[in-house]
């Protein structure tokens, strides 16, 4: 299982980063007397974005956070008023002090209010049919999940023991439209509570910007020319290459002391990483491609994965510097997806030839890591990194959907490109390189 102790430096630096609203309110908590605190609501503190995304993010999501009272008064709870937003995925989750994950609530688990529809069909699937817009009511309880949960509820846990600790945040994949974000109430026994000025809850939804082509990016190319040798004949004829690379399973993302750190990680989400260092060699990556439905498109009707992607991340600052979506990925008539990763690679003519791009980025001591991210796996879908346990070889579990990595020279790897050669191909030619 991959350790990544580089959460410790990120969960120092997110106090300084979660913006001036947040300071005020700690400020005013640090000067009131106790009962005065203990009572102290954040009177103008909306839905922000942390100016500074860390925990290993995913570039083609937005994050909004705000930040709840840790001691309301006895019998409130927090009520959300939303609309399904029109993006491929989103939810409300909540952390603790720690930003470490306590609950979740997939937007395919929200029930609509009545007169309004949801825009999800189940787990993976969207409803072209229904445009955003349709509203829900959620609500944030505070304490420990209970064994029989209520619909659209999540929960705060119990690690609350300052004015301002427990955290909500808003998950946005992909959006297309501009939507408001929700409406956050506290409920108590006396009657409502806005939790900030009304004037500060609706900041829309901005496109990501990251990945805007939607389009098919199966290449022509690939389809007439299919790689003549299988994924598992390349591990097999390359597995005593040492140019290849294995991704590996992480659970968590921390080496503190603790055991099961999950610092910011997306409850929905499972991940493989390989950690890469910086070189001349271009990265050349190969897997099986989990179907996917993009939010107005009507096929496949079961999609195995709500979402997948690609990140290029500085391992030692657990910032992100590029992602590859699922939709701008090309995939071969084979099924496969290919993707260099390297600095100065010329994206376009590559993806003609079958490849996504990435660069390695100006990371801290030339250390990143490349993460592989599937997104609500479909419960039969036998490529769901979720099924790897820890210390499994998620080949021997989930197959050809666990990728691999071959480090290639980087002019053999332009020659065979110049060449014409299928991506499958290369990918073999650059394991057999001295």
Known sequence: MLRLPAVDAARRAVPLLIGRCTAAVLALVAGLPGSAAAQLLPPVCGWYEPPVALAYPEANARYYQIDLPARPPAGARVRVEGEFLGTRYFSLQTYDARFDPVDHLADYRLRADPGSRSTLLG???????????????????YGAPPRQRPRNTLYTGTRIDAPVRARLWLRAYLPETRVPLPVVVLETPDGDRPLFAPDTCR???????????????TTAA?????????????????????????????????????????????????????????????LLVQGRAPTFRDRFVAVPLRPEVRYWSFCQNDEQ??????????????????????????????????????????????????????IYRQL???VDFAGAIQRVGSGQDARAVIGDYAPIAVSCPRTLFSARVRAGDTPASIIASCAAAP
């Open 123 to 141: 787990p993976t699937a969207s409803n072209p049919t229904i445009r955003p817009g349709g509203r829900y009511t959620a609500y944030v309880e």
């Open 203 to 217: 900041p829309p939804l901005r496109p990501a910007g990251v990945d805007t082509d939607a389009a098919d990016v």
């Open 222 to 282: 690939a389809d007439a020319a299919p790689a003549p040798t299988t994924a598992a004949d390349f591990v097999a004829t390359a597995g005593s290459s040492p140019r290849l690379r294995r991704f590996e399973v992480f659970h968590d993302i921390g080496d503190d002391g603790e055991a099961n750190s999950q610092f910011g990680l997306n409850q929905d989400a499972a991940y493989m990483a390989l950690a890469v260092r910086r070189s001349d060699d271009v």
């Open 317 to 370: 600052r657990t910032t992100v510097v590029a992602c590859a979506a699922d939709r701008s990925i090309p995939v071969d008539a084979a099924g496969r997806y290919h993707l260099a990763l390297g600095d100065g690679l010329p994206v376009l003519p590559l993806r003609a030839r079958g490849f996504a791009a990435l660069p390695f980025g100006m990371v801290r001591d030339g250390r990143g890591l490349l």
């Open 376 to 378: 609500i796996a479909a």
